[in-house]
């Protein structure tokens, strides 16, 4: 592409040395992935800054550099812009054909609730006869190739060139706050936009949750011509949302509890699968939801309202769930010998932690027993709270290591005994080896337990433990099929 196609839509100072019709073959931002021919963007990032790798960037082959610092004097063309990452952003666009226009996007957003909204609008969308990629946090998914995700959110050269390489009719993208934040999304529009939630976390990157949301809401400006907001209203930010978009061209639809709401739950039977009774419109009707848990209700309405917004029926949409086969690490059961049941999931919030607990208490537990730890270099602000609804909750709390993210693991061990003291009365175990505390759990397991291991879902470990496992689930699938006491 010509550099002024590349450029097209960004506002750059230009140097006496560009040249309109320079061919450049690539864009990067980082130094060390340059190939002669590409196009350079320096990034004052969180940890480096990008503009020191100018020099890098060239010997590797750059042939003109996009950056926000005022540098003259470079053998290359150097374009100053106000926002690099914006820049980035737009020029991925520009390079790969804007390739949102393509497809049907779907952005869905939200503290949780993302990934298992994007499988249930997967599977039902495709069910119904139509081709669908994803962008997420398990995987990303494009043309039915999986590919293992990164961020949940991936920078903007990923995403644009999944999207220029989706045969796929539908795009569904789960949105983060971070990915807002840093401009990954810049360039593209959506058809259709979620919200499921706000909750406390990634208060460590926002200054508070005001600014979290107003983060979040920004994904509700980028919609397309008749893009159609769909917003869960059952909880405060959702219905400022809603408030913050009544002035807006757009469509804006609820869900949630409340006779105003576009779809609004009536009822639901508390079996394990909840069926719920729903009003939309003027009809009612009972649907299974194919997923343990209320939070798993609100999913599952979100999924519906979109996909009844898309053109699939509610009744067809219903009828489709019932070969859903769930998302991988979320509320994924397992038996004990003894009659327990073990429960892997994602939750890392609290309010993700009641629901689990809340579903517990629904099918009777005798015991709530939980393992948990806290990823190291993330928001450390929720800990206290969580420690303090497990230990009032569960019969038994053990602490234990989640990703260590370069936190040295003292460090950490001494955090979690800090925690047991000052908000769990020191009645939380403590076992590092988050392997062995599973199998302290396994071991002590009792018929009517219910022993949820949360925070890492599918996610493989990134410590090595005492076990020969990687993931919560071969741990358990490790314990079940062993024939003798593994040493300790
Ligand atoms: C803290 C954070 O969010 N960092 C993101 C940010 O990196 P950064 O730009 O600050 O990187 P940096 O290390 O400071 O480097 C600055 C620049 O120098 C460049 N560089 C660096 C070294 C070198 O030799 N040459 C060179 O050119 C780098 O390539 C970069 O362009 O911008 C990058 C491009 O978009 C992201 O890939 C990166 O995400 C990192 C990998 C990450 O994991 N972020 C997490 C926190 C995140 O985004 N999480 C959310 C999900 C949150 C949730 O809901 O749980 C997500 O969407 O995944
Ligand atoms: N609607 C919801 N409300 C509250 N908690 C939820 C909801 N949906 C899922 N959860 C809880 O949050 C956990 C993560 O769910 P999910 O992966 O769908 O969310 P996410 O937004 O993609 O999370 P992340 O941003 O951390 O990847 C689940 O394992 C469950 O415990």
């Known amino acids: ?182 401009q990954r999304i810049e360039g593209i529009y959506f058809d259709y936009a979620i919200f499921t939630n706000l909750g406390n976390d990634h208060l460590d990157y926002h200054e508070s949750i005001e600014a979290y949301f107003n983060v979040k809401s920004r994904l509700f400006k980028r919609m397309k011509k008749h893009g159609t907001s769909i917003i869960a209203s059952h909880n405060e930010w959702g219905r400022k949302l809603q408030y913050k978009l009544a002035d807006s061209a757009q ?81 994924e059961t397992f038996s004990h010998p003894e009659g327990a049941t073990f429960i892997v999931d994602y939750a890392h919030t609290e309010d993700a932690i009641e629901y689990c607990y809340q579903t517990a208490k629904r099918e009777n537990a005798e015991r709530i027993v939980h393992i948990l730890g806290f990823r190291g270099k993330r928001d450390s602000a929720k800990r206290k709270d969580i420690v303090s609804l497990c230990s009032d909750v569960c019969s038994q709390l053990i602490l234990t290591l989640d990703d260590l993210n370069g936190v040295p693991k003292d460090r950490m061990v001494d955090e979690l005994k800090k925690l047991n003291n000052e908000f769990a009365d020191g009645s939380a175990e403590i076992i590092p080896d988050r392997t062995k505390a599973i199998q302290h759990a396994w071991d002590k397991a009792k018929d009517g337990d219910w022993v949820f291991i949360t925070g890492k879902g599918q996610e493989t470990y990134k410590q090595s433990f005492k076990l020969p496992t990687s993931t919560d689930k071969q741990t358990i699938q490790f314990l079940k099929t062993a024939k003798h006491p593994v040493s300790s």
Request: contains cysteine; aromatic residues 6%; charged residues 20%.
């Open 251 to 331: 469509e804006v639809f609820t869900f949630g509890n409340r006779t105003d709401d576009e779809m609004q739950l009536i009822n639901v039977c508390t079996e394990y699968f909840p069926v719920i009774k729903v009003r939309h419109g003027k009809s009612t009707q009972k649907i299974q939801v194919p997923l343990p848990g209320m939070h798993n209700v609100w999913n599952t309405l979100g999924a519906l309202l979109t996909v009844e917004k898309m053109g699939i029926s509610i009744k067809e949409a219903a009828r489709h769930l019932s070969t859903f086969k769930g998302v991988p690490g979320r509320f």
């Open 1 to 182: 592409m010509i550099m002024d196609e590349l450029l097209n839509g960004i506002t750059v100072t230009k140097p006496e040395n560009h040249d309109p019709l320079l061919p450049i073959t690539g864009i990067q931002f980082n130094s060390r992935k340059i190939v002669p021919g590409d196009l350079f963007v320096a990034i004052d990032g969180f940890s480096a800054d990008g503009h020191r790798f100018i020099d890098q960037a060239i010997a590797n082959g750059a042939i003109a550099v996009v950056g926000q610092q005022p540098i003259a004097g470079l053998e290359v063309p150097y374009y100053q812009t106000s926002d690099s990452r914006k820049a980035l952003a737009r020029m991925a666009s520009n390079f790969y054909g804007h390739p949102c226009k393509k497809h049907i996007m779907i952005g869905v957003t939200g503290t949780n609730g993302k990934t298992t909204t994007a499988y249930l609008l997967k599977h039902i969308i495709e069910q119904s006869g139509r081709t669908c990629s994803m962008i997420g946090t398990v995987n990303n998914i494009i043309n039915n190739q999986v590919i293992k995700s990164k961020n949940t959110t991936p920078d903007p050269l990923e995403i644009q060139s999944l999207l220029a390489e989706s045969l796929d009719e539908v795009v569904i993208m789960e949105v983060s706050s971070h990915g807002i934040e840093q």
